[in-house]
């Protein structure tokens, strides 16, 4: 990322770590609803949520991160993004706790993922941001589903 760039992101958060993605990847922020449930997927896969009549994958970032997962709330929202695969979009829905804010950071504030010297997957880390409150995670949406987990994820939608 070039230096004296600024860069907008949707923050949201997962139990206490807040993590941020582009607003460019971000279609719509929809309230929590229950998804249409699909057999023999992975746990993180949902199901498939309704947005004016198209069906997207939805799926449990919690889970997918590795976190235990988590009884909606009222706060609760599903964050529908682009996520760039290979050579082609997929439109997933991404369950959150909750919606934070809309806002910029200045792209020379992005520190690189910290190397903690053990094996975790942090492959998905694009950065790291200090706020007043803490740190912030920006999220490389193309590097959280393998390939092969992206076309397990796109032929829900697919079948809608």
């Known amino acids: 990322m070039s230096s004296g760039g600024e860069l907008q992101i949707v923050t949201f958060g997962l139990g206490a770590e807040v993590f941020a993605v582009p607003v460019s990847l971000v279609r719509e922020i929809l309230d929590y609803r229950e998804t249409f449930r699909l057999p023999n997927g992975p746990d ?7 947005m004016r009549g198209q069906g997207v994958t939805t799926v449990d970032l919690r889970l997918r ?14 964050l529908v993004v682009d ?3 290979g050579d082609r979009v997929l439109m997933l829905g ?8 809309v806002c910029s950071v200045a792209t020379d504030q992005l520190e690189a ?8 997957p ?7 941001f200090r706020r007043a409150e803490g740190f912030v995670v920006l999220v490389e949406m193309g590097r959280i589903f393998s390939p092969d987990e992206a076309g397990v994820l796109d032929r829900p939608a697919a079948a809608a």
């Open 44 to 50: 993180y896969l949902l199901g498939l949520t309704d």
């Open 65 to 78: 991160l590795g976190l235990p997962a988590s009884a909606p709330t009222p706060s609760t929202r599903i």
């Open 83 to 85: 996520v760039p695969i």
């Open 94 to 101: 991404l369950v959150v706790d909750r919606v934070l804010e």
């Open 113 to 120: 993922a910290p190397d903690i010297g053990v094996h975790w």
């Open 122 to 128: 942090s492959d998905y880390i694009g950065g790291v």
